[in-house]
C-alpha cells in the first residue's frame, strides 16, 4: 500500500498570502493518478486537482497543482477567504489511497 | 449534472451488517465510469472503501475486503455497499462518489450519510 503524508499537519495564514501543501508518497506514484480534494465542515470533499497539475471544472486559476514521483505540491497562489478549509492528496498507483490531510486555517 | 445520494440506515449494532444505497441521477451507471465509497470518521480523515464497474467488477480496499460487498443495479441505476460484522471503529460518515476511468480522481460525491454502530 502506498502511504501519502502531508505536511503541515497545519497552516496558519491570512487571506492574501500564498499556501504551500506536501504531500510526500511512501514509493513513486503515476502523475496521471495523483489528485487533491478539498474539505470543508459538513461537506463532502470537492475535486480541486487531477494527474497531479489538472484543474477540475470550475475551479480558479489560484489553485495549481506539481509535483512528480514521490513529492507533490498544491499551491494557492492568494488564498480567499472560502479557502480556508482541510486539503486531501490521494493516489490510484496502486489501491487507492489519501493523505492525512492538511488544514489551512486563518492566522 | 450527475448527483449522488446515499441512503441506508443511521444506526446499526454492532456484528450487524451495514447497509448503503447511492442512487445515481443525472448521469447512466453504465456510462464509463467506476463508482465507489469512501468513509471518514467523525473528525479523521477519509478511507476508500471500495469501487465497482457497471459489468459488476470490484475493487476493494484490502484492509476491509474480508467485510465488504459492493454491488450495481444498472436497472435502477444504483449501487450498494454492505459491511459485515461491524464494530464502534466503523462508526463514520459514508460518501458514495464517481471515479474516472483514467485519472482515477473521485470528481462527483455525494453528501454523505452518518452511520453509527452502537446497541
Known amino acids: 500500500e502506498i502511504v501519502l503524508t502531508q505536511s503541515p499537519g497545519t497552516l496558519s495564514l491570512s487571506p492574501g498570502e500564498r499556501a504551500t501543501l506536501s504531500c510526500r508518497a511512501s514509493q513513486s506514484v503515476s502523475s496521471s493518478y495523483l489528485a487533491w480534494y478539498q474539505q470543508k465542515p459538513g461537506q463532502a470533499p470537492r475535486l480541486l486537482i487531477y494527474?497531479?497539475?489538472n484543474r477540475a471544472t470550475g475551479i480558479p486559476d489560484r489553485f495549481s497543482g506539481s509535483g512528480s514521483g514521490t513529492d507533490f505540491t498544491l499551491t494557492i497562489s492568494r488564498l480567499e477567504p472560502e479557502d480556508f478549509a482541510v486539503y486531501y492528496c490521494?493516489?490510484?498507483?496502486?489501491?487507492?489511497?489519501f493523505g492525512g490531510g492538511t488544514k489551512v486555517e486563518i492566522k | 449534472q450527475v448527483q449522488l445520494q446515499e441512503s441506508g440506515p443511521g444506526l446499526v449494532k454492532p456484528s450487524e451488517t451495514l447497509s448503503l444505497t447511492c442512487a445515481v441521477s443525472?448521469?447512466?451507471?453504465?456510462?464509463?465510469?467506476?463508482w465507489g465509497w469512501i468513509r471518514q470518521p467523525p473528525g479523521k480523515g477519509l478511507e476508500w472503501i471500495g469501487s465497482?464497474?457497471?459489468?459488476?467488477?470490484?475493487y476493494y480496499n484490502p484492509s476491509l475486503k474480508s467485510r465488504v460487498t459492493i454491488s450495481v443495479d444498472t436497472s435502477k441505476n444504483q449501487f450498494s455497499l454492505k459491511l459485515s460484522s461491524v464494530t464502534a471503529a466503523d462508526t463514520a460518515v459514508y460518501y458514495c462518489?464517481?471515479?474516472?476511468?483514467?485519472?482515477?480522481?473521485?470528481?462527483?460525491w455525494g453528501q454523505g450519510t452518518l452511520v453509527t454502530v452502537s446497541s
Open positions: 462518489a464517481r471515479r474516472d476511468r483514467n485519472w482515477g480522481s473521485l470528481d462527483s
Open positions: 490521494q493516489q490510484y498507483s496502486s489501491s487507492l489511497t
Open positions: 494527474g497531479a497539475s
Open positions: 465497482i464497474y457497471h459489468s459488476g467488477s470490484t
Open positions: 443525472g448521469y447512466s451507471i453504465t456510462s464509463g465510469y467506476y
